[in-house]
């Protein structure tokens, strides 16, 4: 079998020829109900977020027939909102790609468990080509791919191809456990890229969920830290998004979009230094409209209204010492070892025994240092 070759051998411009031909996929179904309601936004959770603005846009795109959802949310200990806020609609969207970012770090999350390694080899042939965006779709089979290469492609060029060999290959069951796991509800893959189904095998979201997934993967709660730093580098490196980033110059973004006839959307991170940001819009059309041309301009003033107050907001604190570290520290230069630099701290129990190791240690250079004065003293005299 051959190597899978990189994705820029195979060419970055195949990936967005199509960008809303998922829409041949299958008829959109009927999305569930979310399983809860969601509660109004409270003047805390909004935190120094300025809503209004944000809600006269959603008010806005109702009146042009586009369904508008939008939820921002503070990351890392930054000051913008005091929790997740969610403006607009709460009523599950057909998740277009935007699911494969859930597809992704469930796969991710069996590579954390030991049961998927990302270096393992899943051999893909031409009975696994679908349509839409990607770069793998009619490329000369058999070959052979990385785990790690399937994930890539299916977030830096939202590959349908290799979203539905990686989710054979770990499962669509995983995808379930993750949203179990992690309250995802109403987020759900029923059915791979391109087939069709009944409504319970449909692919769906909503803004709280997608939310809640990026706060989890960045804080660390989904994922390991090795595995985090792979799945946004990979959005860092996204190919697709014409919706948050052009809009946003001088501000790192992260993001995933997802797109058919009849829906629009992106998850991304604001990644501005101590003012790291999660934002979701989602949009649908309710009039036949190309989504691209009707909501994408919402989504972009989105991004631009979002992006100001995330410039405006107070940087996160700096982190303060707490007493186990000071502790630490001062053991580490009792024991000529360099202070920590940021690193996790040490355990309560390695705190205390380093204190009796730096308490013994400080306790053998003082005698030392008597011994010296004493011999010192004796040839002055």
Known sequence: MRPLPSVLALGVATAVAAPLAAAASSPTPSAPTSTAALEPTSPATAGRLDVAPLQALVDEAAADDVRLSIGVQSLDGATLTGGPVVVGSA??????????????????????????????????????????????????????????????????????????????????????????????????????????????????????????LLRAVEEGEALSPAPRDLLVGWMRDQQLDTKVAPHLPGVPVASKTGDTSEVSHVGAYLLAEGRETALVV????????????????????????????????????????????????????????????????????????????????????????????????????
């Not at 494969?100 to 042939?125: E, F, H, N, P, S």
């Not at 791979?192 to 809640?212: C, H, R």
């Open 91 to 212: 009523e599950p969207y057909s998740s277009a790609s935007l699911v494969k970012l859930a597809l992704v770090t469930a796969a991710l999350r069996a590579v954390d468990r030991g049961d998927v390694a990302l270096d393992q080899v899943v051999t893909v042939t031409n009975s696994d080509d679908v349509g839409g965006t990607g770069v793998l779709a009619g490329y000369s089979s058999p070959y052979d791919a990385t785990v790690a290469e399937l994930c890539e492609l299916a977030i830096t060029v939202s590959d349908n191809t290799a979203s539905n060999v990686l989710a054979e290959t770990v499962g669509l069951a995983e995808v379930d456990r993750l949203v179990d796991d992690l309250g995802l509800q109403p987020t759900h893959m029923g059915r791979l890229f391109f087939s069709s189904g009944p409504e319970d095998k449909s692919n769906d979201l909503d803004t709280a969920s997608t939310l809640e």
């Open 282 to 381: 989602l949009s649908e059309t309710e009039d036949g409209r190309s989504p691209t041309a009707a909501a994408d301009p919402y989504i972009a003033e989105v991004a631009e209204l979002v992006g100001a107050q995330v410039a405006a907001a107070p940087p996160a604190p700096t982190p303060t010492a707490t007493p186990d570290d000071e502790v630490a520290d001062a053991v580490r230069a009792a024991l000529g070892e360099p202070a920590d630099e940021g690193g996790p701290a040490l355990p309560a129990l390695a705190v205390v025994g380093l204190g009796l190791l730096g308490g013994l240690a400080l306790a053998v250079v003082a005698l030392r240092a008597r011994v010296l004065l004493r011999r010192r003293s004796a040839s002055r005299g």
